[in-house]
Structures are given as C-alpha cells and as structure tokens.
C-alpha cells in the first residue's frame, strides 16, 4: 500500500493546485492569481519540487503520433503477484500510468505502444507467458477528453484557473512537427519545468526558438504538460475508475461534460464493453456518492457504469511515484 504522509497547508495546497492546472506557470504569475508575493510562492514551491512532491513532466498526444496505439490495459492478477506485476509495468517506458485497483487482483495501467508490433507482442506473446496474469481486457483510446487536463484538485476558483491559463491559442491547421520539436519533447518529459535556456541546450538551438516551439507544441496539444503529486498530500483520500457505457449520439457530450467536472481528472472514449473511462479523485467516500449520484446520475444517455476504487497508484503521468516499488 502507498505510505500516506501529512498533508500540505493550505497554502502549499494552492501552489501545488495552481501548478497542476498549469505546469509552467511563473512564480509571478502563480503568485498574483493566488495572492501572494512572488518570493512566498518560491519559498514554497521550491522545497516541493527538491523533495519530490512536486514533479514536472509532459505527455504525448497520441493523435499526434499516428503509430503510438494508446491502450487501456485491465489486468487480473494472483493476489500474492500483483506488486511484481505492477512494478514490472511501471518499469516500462511505454506505460503512462498503472493503478492497483479493487480488491487487490487487478491492475489497470494505460500504454503508448509504438505501432502494431508492439501491441501484438503484449497482449499475444508477454501477458499469456505471465503465469501470475489471470485475464485482461484491452482498450483502445479513441479520444482523451483535454478539459480534464486543468485539473487543480476543486482547490482553485474559476477565475483563479482562467488567470493561469497560458494565450496560447491553437492553429486552426495542424502544422507539421520539426526535427527540433521530438529533442524539446524529450527533455520536457524528463523535466516539464526546465528553462529555455536549458530545452535550447538539449535540442542545439536557441532559447527564443525553443519558447516559441514549445508554445505551439503545447498550444496545438501536440502534449500536455504535466504535474505529478501524491494526491493524499492535498486531501484527496478516494479515487476510482469508471467504465461508463454511454449510447453513441451521447457520448461527445457526456465526455466534454464529465471532463470539466472539478473532480475528474482523465476522461476519454474507448473500445470495449464500456466506452467512456473517467479518473474520479474525491475528499472522501461520500464525495464521490454524491459525484456518482449526482453528477453521473444527471447525465442522459448513461446505461451503465462500473466503478473500481483505485488502492494505490504505482506511475502517474510516465512517472514511478516514489517509494511504490
């Protein structure tokens, strides 16, 4: 099980939230949407990212990348294997997430697999020679739902998120990717926060040009930047899965809708029985009735739904949370 530890105060709570919502958010900026100095926001902010609380990272946009397949994986495992099985998956460098789930059998973890192959070679050749898998069943992403990419945790206002989105508009065509863009994309991965100064040193160009690039990267999704966070920390003590079957002439809408909800944090369409996947993070059991009952309940369309509590997060966002393994 993840080790629980103490909570933030309120106003590291904030920080942290605002730069969920906007990864590279400036301390001045942060700081004049919160109300605060710019010197208390580094003050705070900085012990959290040299600890690792906070940890900076960006993900690839698959429909950018036209032979990454983006999978959905649910594992049933022997009870007694599946911390090696969770911890093998999170050594992969293909794995997005995984979540131990349920009552401690299964395992859900998202892959971006390069092409076909790749694909073929887990569900046909890995996972059978696993003896401690059980079962799986496989989804394939059809389309990740961004709203739920400013997500802060329900810590910020409204206007507070509006005052830490980036202008950065998107093309209304999609330019085609520069040799420069994939070193960018690498070094943002290792480090969502790195400077100009340092993304230009790892692709060989100049600072202007990798701020420029680095805006269109983010400004046409090509990926999104990403911060990592023990969600305990923030007081967020309940989180499920959701595998929502939704009828076709509503699905657009119920994703877009649950997307923007304050306590959904991932939303996409998918293949498979169920196709609709919503991450829920909730204060509390009884947050998440009233979002089930409530929220989902409210929803046209919806059939069914399957919820899974997820028991311990081994990788978020491409990163081991420390200490999992």
């Not at 059809?142 to 997500?151: G, H, I, K, Q």
């Not at 980036?166 to 990717?177: E, F, G, I, V, Y």
């Amino acid at each position: 099980m993840e080790k629980v530890r103490h909570h933030l105060s309120e106003t590291d709570s904030r920080i942290a939230a605002a730069i969920l919502a906007s990864p590279r958010a400036s301390w001045r900026t942060v700081g004049r949407v919160l109300g605060l100095s710019e010197r208390t926001v580094v003050r705070r902010a900085a012990p959290l990212f040299h600890d690792g609380t906070l940890r900076a990272t960006a993900v690839r946009n698959p429909v950018w990348f036209p032979d990454v397949i983006p999978l959905a994986l649910r594992i049933r495992c022997r009870p007694n294997r599946i911390g090696a099985i969770a911890a093998t998956l999170a050594r992969r460098p293909d794995t997005i997430w995984v979540d131990v789930l349920g009552g401690g059998d299964e395992i859900c973890t998202i892959l971006f697999l390069d092409g076909p192959d790749a694909r073929n070679n887990l569900l046909l050749r890995d996972l059978p020679a696993t003896p401690a898998v059980q079962s799986w069943t496989s989804h394939v992403l059809l389309r990740v739902f961004p709203a739920a990419f400013n997500w802060s945790g329900g810590l910020l206002s409204e206007a507070e998120l509006a005052g830490l989105r980036p202008d950065t508009p998107a093309a209304s065509t999609r330019p085609a990717l520069l040799p420069v863009d994939d070193q960018l994309i690498a070094a943002l991965m290792e480090d969502g926060r790195a400077s100009y100064t340092d993304l230009a040193r790892r692709a060989d160009t100049t600072p202007l040009t990798a701020r420029r690039r680095l805006e269109a990267l983010v400004g046409d999704q090509v990926l999104r930047l990403a911060t990592e966070v023990d969600l305990a920390r923030l007081g967020i003590r309940t989180e499920a899965l959701l595998w929502i079957t939704v009828a076709p002439g509503g699905l657009e809408e119920a994703g877009q809708q649950l997307s923007r909800h304050p306590q959904v944090r991932f939303a996409s369409a998918t293949t498979g029985p169920a196709n609709l996947l919503v991450a829920v993070a909730a204060a509390d059991l009884d947050a998440l009735y009233h979002f089930l009952s409530d929220t989902i309940g409210a929803l046209e369309h919806v059939s069914t739904i399957e919820v899974t509590p997820i028991l311990t997060g081994v990788k978020r966002t491409g990163l081991i949370r420390p200490g999992s393994l």
